[in-house]
């Protein structure tokens, strides 16, 4: 599993639910240890949303955004904006809609291209300002 940020290219649906999971973990373990007396517990509580909320918050609001999309418990991926036109080239040359061997003078209007496969998707925020692309059927 990677650790996904905004930023990042490409990222898994199922790494996003895996962080999440193991988040939420760490918390319910904090929350549950009858080691600890009710005011370290609080304070241990507030330790931990000190030390992930800036992590957390921004993971949990782009599960709840993209969870009708696609597959998202499977495996769906959210492309970052600025990298789709690359994703889309490389998406088709990958499934074999062109031949490996594309003669050099054949030139692709790329940008037109990803334009076409972008009526398939939704726009998501995740962070502050990172646009990403998911599957929207």
Known sequence: ????????????????????????????????????????????????HDDNDDEYLPLVALSDECEGYGDWQYGETLIRREYWVEYCQQMLEDIGVLPKDLPTYIEIDWDKTADNLEADYASVNFGDDDEYLIRNC
């Open 1 to 48: 599993m990677s650790i996904p940020t905004p930023g990042d290219k490409v990222i898994d649906s199922r790494d996003i639910i895996a962080r999440l999971e193991a988040l939420r973990d760490e918390l319910d373990a904090i929350e549950q240890d009858e080691d600890l007396s009710d005011e370290d517990r609080k304070e241990a509580v507030a330790e931990w």
